[in-house]
């Protein structure tokens, strides 16, 4: 069992930044694909970015967040992060922090096997 616990959402006016953390309690962080999910009300979970390591990390990004979300993991301190710049209205949701085997297709919500509580990000305009 893994347990994810997220910090670090809030409330930012649009333009701004925020900086999301995923601390994981495994010894195994390394073998596991890191992914931040998230979800608005009334619509469903999207998927946001993803770290895969394998050595070396390979990292994706829905299309909405590329360029503005960057995605980092931190092997030696179980710790994912989501650095959020540039953040719009329509970035607002709650965020969830994932792990999932190594070879899953990483987009795809229903391929991790842990979850966070998730994190409240709100944009104001």
Avoid: H
């Avoid at 953390?21 to 998927?47: D, H, I, L």
């Amino acid at each position: 069992q893994v347990q994810l616990v997220e910090s670090g959402g809030g409330l930012v006016q649009a333009g701004g930044s925020l900086r999301l953390s995923c601390v994981a309690s495994t010894r195994t962080f390394n073998w596991y694909t890191m992914g931040w999910f998230r979800q608005a009300p009334g619509k469903e979970r999207e998927f946001v970015a993803a770290s895969k390591w394998n050595g070396a990390n390979f990292n994706s990004y829905a299309a909405s967040v590329k360029g503005r979300f960057t995605i980092s993991r931190d092997n030696a301190k179980n710790t994912v992060s989501l650095q959020m710049n540039n953040l719009k209205p329509e970035d607002t949701a709650v965020y969830y922090c994932a792990a999932g085997p190594s070879a899953i297709v990483p987009a795809r919500w229903d391929e991790y096997d842990y979850w966070g509580q998730g994190t409240q990000v709100t944009v104001s305009s």
